[in-house]
């Protein structure tokens, strides 16, 4: 019985990280990678600017690669390095132009928009 309340307190304190080595043993799970963002100044015009951080927390893996992420409705008034994010149709954006990412790696861009977007990862491949 005790065995059991230390699970529960374990995933009640760090429910995200834990949540892709209980649910995905294999590690191989979209929930491993995480996105970060906040607010970072202003581009021109005073529109406010958005850095993003894309972090693998996929440990079990070599890498991931081919992550798709769901952008249908995104637009940037600042270029974004077409290698690091780019669409791919209307409703996918590809991360790292499709190539491997190490576990612990982090992928990071800027976007202008007047309100951050909620990027969500749809799906990826892990080696």
């Given amino acids: 019985m005790t ?67 769901s952008c249908p409705a995104f637009a940037s008034t600042t270029l974004i390095n077409p290698a690091v994010f780019r669409r791919v149709n209307l409703a996918n954006c590809l991360l790292y132009n499709g190539r491997i990412i190490n576990p612990g790696e982090v992928i990071t861009f800027e976007y202008s928009n007047i309100l951050p977007y909620p990027f969500i990862v749809l799906d990826l491949k892990c080696m």
Avoid: M
């Avoid at 043993?25 to 491993?32: F, L, Q, T």
């Fill in 3 to 69: 065995k059991f309340y230390f699970t529960i307190i374990i995933l009640l304190i760090c429910p995200f990280t834990i949540s892709c080595w209980i649910i995905y043993p294999a590690g191989c799970n979209p929930g491993c990678i995480r996105i970060y963002q906040w607010p970072s100044g202003f581009a021109g015009l005073h529109i406010p600017k958005f850095t993003v951080q894309i972090v693998n927390e996929a440990w079990n893996n070599k890498g991931v690669y081919d992550v798709q992420i």
